[in-house]
T-cell receptor
């Protein structure tokens, strides 16, 4: 079946601009996670959605970062007033309710110039 | 202290060798444990879950020691295609996953 998809695959933006990244989870997966991975670094948790519960935003690095998810469908991660240190790959993952394994999308490579 | 710690390597081994990776975690209440592999410039992919009794999947064996808060992955008869970064992942209460920084493996012909 279809896996997690993310768009765009690559995004180059100028410092100070806003960007919106999209994630389509696997159908039926109730949990959705966003991570950031800087070059040569590990995954950094950003935010977690579980069904209609309030999201866990504890990993968002600043108030320039926000994310939305409607029900158990698509999610968007928005970064306002981008900075060069925001350059990274942003990965989305989804999980089914009954299992804990995460399935990752291919990521969005963000470059802030 | 980091939630999950791994030896970053790199591990360079010849084809056919056996190699073991270790990982420690800090939260004794951690619920679930996994190994993922990540190829260069690709997303992580689940390799296997780690169960308390230990589990095996072909050439791969995972072990969990809750008392020592330690997880291991053993790869037997290494193949060139095993070259990747192996990520130790722990799920804590609150449904937050913690990723190790990964251990790099290169299998040499």
């Amino acid at each position: 079946g279809a896996g997690v998809s993310q768009s765009p695959s690559n995004k180059v933006t100028e410092k100070g601009k806003d960007v919106e990244l999209r994630c389509d989870p696997i159908s039926g997966h109730t949990a959705l996670y966003w991570y950031r991975q800087r070059l040569g670094q590990g995954l950094e948790f950003l935010i977690y959605f579980q069904g209609n519960s309030a999201p866990d935003k504890s990993g968002l690095p600043s108030d320039r970062f926000s994310a939305e998810r409607t029900g158990e469908s698509v999610s968007t991660l928005t970064i306002q007033r981008t900075q060069q240190e925001d350059s990274a790959v942003y990965l989305c993952a989804s999980s089914p309710r009954t299992r804990r394994e995460q399935y990752f999308g291919p990521g969005t490579r963000l470059t802030v110039t | 202290r980091k939630e999950v710690e791994q030896d970053p390597g790199p591990f360079n081994v010849p084809e056919g060798a056996t190699v073991a990776f270790n990982c420690t975690y800090s939260n004794s209440a951690s619920q679930s444990f996994f190994w993922y592999r990540q190829d260069c410039r690709k997303e992580p992919k689940l390799l296997m879950s780690v169960y308390s009794s230990g589990n095996e999947d072909g050439r791969f064996t995972a072990q969990l020691n809750r008392a020592s808060q330690y997880i291991s992955l053993l790869i037997r008869d290494s193949k060139l295609s095993d070259s990747a970064t192996y990520l130790c992942v722990v799920l804590n209460t609150g449904n937050q996953f913690y990723f190790g920084t990964g251990t790099s493996l290169t299998v040499i012909p």
